[in-house]
């Protein structure tokens, strides 16, 4: 999820290497990250979840929670964004399926 395109504003997954993911909170160009080695390469199907709420951001991958940010959460409005064209920048590569949902806390 980023700010229109501008990635300084931004929730997100990105593909750093053919197998490891990274997971980023990004408020006004000043990222908190967090790695993930997926075991296999990022190029296989997987399901990514972001859970957000104004005080923590969760990272799901495969079900399975890989990461808890609390610091540098946007407060810019965000929109959903996919960049499925190389290997480098978001992940997936392909989109099979993609769900937006909102959850009132």
Known sequence: MVNGTDRNNAIEFINISGNTIQVRTVSGGVATTTNYAVGASVYNYYSYTIIATESKVEFYF????????????PTAN????????????????????????????
């Open 62 to 73: 495969d079900g399975n929670l890989i990461a808890t940010h609390t610091t540098n959460i």
């Open 78 to 105: 965000l929109n959903m964004y996919f960049d499925v064209s190389t290997w480098s920048g978001n992940v997936p590569q392909w989109i099979d399926d993609a769900k937006f949902e909102i959850i009132k806390y």
